[in-house]
């Protein structure tokens, strides 16, 4: 008996290990949005051989409007780590869009996150743990990175937060 739930456990852990980055999306009830162009002089992502570079990107809800306010002021760190992560949900659909595969990820390699938030406010690595938290969901070791968490007097539109992510991918065949 005790070979046979060792053996169960075994194979349950094989399954979660090999399950598909898309099929993890959706088991968090994850949607990736539609990536909209860049209003100006810039591209979403630069690949150079396996690394991709990420342009900064803020919480756009699927509507097309942005979660906004200043932390410490206009939000709390709860409702800054959840824009955090509706960030890190735009990030991987423009990751996606460039990569065409998310399983491609070999790991997230550094992520640089900015916090529009008032002057005597000290828990930007908080705030940014909502994009961290979410890259570790879902890729799992491969998410754990390199990171700046950083507060900034403003953010374009007021946008809350800011992240840009540099990632490595698969050897391009």
Known sequence: MKRIITFVILLISCSIASQNIDQKLINLGIELP????PIANYVNSVR??????????????????????????DLTIEEAQ??????????LAALKEEIGNLDKVKRIVKVFGMVNCTSNFTDQPKVINGFS????????????????AVGMSSLPANIPVEIE????????E
């Open 82 to 91: 959840q824009a955090a992560r509706l960030t890190g949900i735009n990030q």
């Open 165 to 172: 992510m540099i990632v490595e991918i698969e050897e391009i």
């Open 34 to 37: 539609e990536i909209h162009k």
């Open 48 to 73: 150079i051989g396996n690394i991709v570079y990420l342009s900064g990107k803020g919480p756009r809800k699927v509507d097309g409007t942005f979660i906004t306010g200043k932390v410490g002021q």
């Open 133 to 148: 938290d979410l890259m570790v969901e879902v890729f799992g070791e491969k998410g754990k990175h390199a990171r700046s």
